[in-house]
Antibody, heavy 122, light 108 residues
Framework: QVQLVQSGAEVKKPGASVKVSCKVS????????MHWVRQAPGKGLEWMGG????????IYAQKFQGRVTMTEDTSTDTASMELSSLRSEDTAVYYC???????????????WGQGTLVTVSS | DIQMTQSPSSLSASVGDRVTITCRAS??????LNWYQQKPGKAPKLLIY???SLQSGVPSRFSGSGSGTDFTLTISSLQPEDFATYYC??????????FGQGTRLEIK
């Protein structure tokens, strides 16, 4: 059973950066394809990016290109997502989630972290 | 990018009702469509993957169908714990992974 435990809530000022971590247990990080999804207050789910096991690379949503960096520390089985140049619109709950791959294009998020609220306010 | 549109955006129903939620893709996605349930303050939970496969541990009152551009999530007999927001998500053409805007299911 995979468990994903995220770091605590953050309050940041506009222009700052935030780093959210996601600790894996039950599996090793190298066995998982970790992605990040965010949800603004009262809004839907928005995919930010994640590890593509087919290419062996991290892919980012175009919207966040240049502002987001996703990293993995396999020694501690911890994935991290850093978002820079924060603005008020980045206020959201950020989730890490494992993307399971089945046959061909069958990909779905079967394990999720509990979420981390990031508030951007002056 | 493939756009996913859910309907309705919200609906009210009673315990025991049969409920259907629709998700439409902007182009054919074969059967690469997943459904999630999200309760307030909680992470989404996978219900259905590949349009009609029930995730382990999910009650059999949940079912999914469809292929191409039109998909449905059906709850055969609503239970009190089913009142939540439901999202569809396509995996046919990625990146990006795209979700529907959500359907909020409320108690009548």
């Amino acid at each position: 059973q995979v468990q994903l435990v995220q770091s605590g809530a953050e309050v940041k000022k506009p222009g700052a950066s935030v780093k959210v971590s996601c600790k894996v247990s039950g599996y090793t990080l190298t066995e998982l394809s970790m992605h990040w999804v965010r949800q603004a207050p009262g809004k839907g789910l928005e995919w930010m990016g994640g590890f593509d096991p087919e290419d062996g690379e991290t892919i980012y949503a175009q919207k966040f290109q240049g502002r987001v960096t996703m990293t993995e520390d396999t020694s501690t089985d911890t994935a991290s997502m850093e978002l820079s140049s924060l603005r008020s619109e980045d206020t959201a709950v950020y989730y890490c989630a494992h993307l399971r791959s089945g046959w061909y294009k069958e990909h779905y998020f079967d394990y999720w972290g509990q979420g981390t609220l990031v508030t951007v306010s002056s | 990018d493939i756009q996913m549109t859910q309907s309705p955006s919200s609906l009210s129903a009673s315990v025991g009702d049969r409920v259907t939620i629709t998700c439409r893709a902007s182009q054919s996605i074969s059967s690469y469509l997943n459904w999630y349930q999200q309760k307030p303050g909680k992470a989404p939970k996978l219900l259905i993957y590949a349009a009609s496969s029930l995730q382990s541990g999910v009650p059999s009152r949940f079912s999914g169908s469809g292929s191409g551009t039109d998909f449905t999530l059906t709850i055969s007999s609503l239970q009190p714990e089913d009142f939540a927001t439901y999202y569809c998500q396509q995996s046919y053409s990625t990146p990006p992974v795209t979700f529907g805007q959500g359907t909020r299911l409320e108690i009548k």
